[in-house]
């Protein structure tokens, strides 16, 4: 079964506001992993996104601000995932997927 390009995206962001209300980032990214029943290579992909994003949320949150954007704009995690992403230069992340992906979040 094929997994759509924003599944990762969605996936991470989902996890993130969990880890963001209190859970261990490992423990939500294991049942994650193991209720999608995500190969390998999806769950390495996974894990780059969540730890990146966990490791660069705070830089996106300050251009997030200087931009407008507020916690209560739609997908605010979304969003994070996405900047942190790119500030990340994830491989499997490309600038076309981001700047496609933030434009379907920020219209």
């Known amino acids: 079964m094929p997994v759509s390009a924003s ?3 969605d996936l991470a962001a989902a996890i993130f506001s969990t880890v963001e209300r209190g ?3 490992s423990a939500a990214l294991g049942d994650a992993i193991a209720e999608q029943r995500l190969g390998p ?3 390495e992909q996974l894990s780059r996104l ?3 994003t966990l ?3 705070r830089r996106v949150r300050a251009v997030l601000s200087e931009l ?3 916690a209560t704009s739609g997908p605010y995690s979304r969003l994070i995932v ?3 992403a790119l500030l990340e ?3 499997s992340f490309g600038l076309d997927e981001g700047r496609d992906s933030w434009s379907e979040v920020s219209c």
Request: cysteine-free.
């Open 7 to 9: 599944a990762p995206i």
């Open 55 to 57: 490791r660069r949320a």
């Open 41 to 43: 290579e999806q769950a």
């Open 82 to 84: 996405i900047g942190a």
């Open 68 to 70: 407008g954007v507020t």
């Open 50 to 52: 969540v730890y990146g």
């Open 23 to 25: 859970a261990r980032a």
């Open 89 to 91: 230069g994830a491989p």
